[in-house]
C-alpha cells in the first residue's frame, strides 16, 4: 500500500485521488496473493474451516462498509489513519506480544462483530488484515500455523469486498488516470500481480534463510521508515 501511494504520488496522481487508489490498488493484488496462500495452506491442513465459516460473511461486509466510508473521507484522515497504523505494526514487530488464549470458544456473534470490525479496518488501509486476524485466532486458542493459514484465507474476502467497493466508489470519479477501474489502477495490479510469481520464491527462500527476529525487525524498520517519510510529508518537510 505504501509503495502505491508513493509511487502514485510521484506520478502526479491527483492529489485527492492517490490515496484512494493506492487503497484500492493494494487490495486488488491481496486477491492473487491471498489466494496462492490460501492454496498452500489448505494443503497442509492449516486452515480453520469453522472459523472462516463464521467469519467471513461479515468480514465481506465490514470490508464493503468500509470502502464507502473511505470514499466519502478526504486523503489526509485516511493518511493518518494508516501511517498510525504503520507504526503500530513496527513497534509489534521489534517488541512481540503474545496475546493470551482464550479456552473457551467464541460464539457467533463475537465471530461475526470481529469479522466485520477486521474486514472495515482493512479496507480503510488497504492490508489483508493478517495482522489483527492473527492476533484474534491466537487468542481464541488456535495455533499459530492453523492461525496464520487461516487468516490467509480470510484475506481474500476482505481483498474481493474491499476491491469491488474502490472500483465502485471510484466508477463515476472524473480525473482518474487512463487505465482506471474505479479506485483500482490496472496496470499497477499488473504489474504486482506479473513480478510477484517472482519475487515471491525468492522471498520464501529468504525468509527460510534468516532467524524469525531478524525478519520481524529488518520488516519493522521498513515500516518505520516508511511511517516517518509520510509523516515528513503530512507536516510539510519536504
Known sequence: MPAFLLAAEAEGFPARHAMHMALGTSLACILVSSLVSMRAHHRHQAVHLAM?????????TGSLAGTFLAAALPAAPLKWLFLLFLLFVA?????????????????????AAVGALIGGFSSLVGIGGA?????????????????????????FPIALA??????????????LPAGSLG??????????????????????????????QTL????????GAIALRMLAAQLGWF
Open 91 to 111: 513497534q509489534g514487530l521489534w517488541r512481540p506480544v503474545q496475546p493470551q488464549p482464550h479456552v473457551r470458544a467464541p460464539g457467533a456473534w463475537l465471530l
Open 183 to 212: 479506485y483500482v489502477y490496472l496496470p499497477a495490479f499488473a504489474g504486482v500481480t506479473l513480478s510477484s510469481f517472482f519475487a515471491v520464491p525468492l522471498g520464501a527462500r529468504t525468509a527460510h534463510r534468516l532467524p524469525v
Open 216 to 223: 520481524r525487525r529488518t520488516f519493522a524498520l521498513v515500516l
Open 131 to 155: 495482522s489483527l486476524t492473527v492476533s484474534f485466532l491466537l487468542w481464541c486458542s488456535i495455533g499459530m500455523h492453523e492461525a496464520i493459514g487461516t487468516s490467509a484465507a480470510l484475506g
Open 52 to 60: 472462516v465459516r463464521g467469519m467471513a460473511p461479515a468480514i465481506l
Open 162 to 175: 474491499g476491491t469491488l467497493g474502490y472500483a465502485i466508489n471510484g466508477w463515476s470519479v472524473p480525473g
